[in-house]
């Protein structure tokens, strides 16, 4: 498992939206979004950080490093 810390988050609906680009990543799955740590947690056969990193800004929100 992998996990990244993601900036904006602050409702489920945001939630909801940060697992569905997520799982639309190729070779991401098993996604679990965690609101009040604000961290997403998944498995990642091949997806490279700036794919992850594109689909969440792409959507409003901000990976940390
Ligand atoms: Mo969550 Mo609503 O950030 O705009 S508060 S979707």
């Keep these: 498992m992998e996990s990244i810390k ?3 988050m ?4 945001c939630v909801g939206s940060v697992t569905k680009a997520l799982q639309g990543i190729e070779g991401i799955s098993q996604v679990s ?3 009040d740590n604000g961290k997403a947690t998944f498995e990642n056969d091949g997806a490279s950080q700036d794919d992850i990193k594109a689909a969440i800004t792409g959507i ?3 990976v940390l490093d």
Excluded at 10 to 13: D, F, K, L
Aim: some cysteine; overall charge negative; proline content about 0%.
């Design 33 to 35: 979004v965690d609101l």
């Design 6 to 8: 993601i900036k904006g």
């Design 60 to 62: 409003g929100f901000e």
């Design 10 to 13: 602050s409702c489920q609906h």
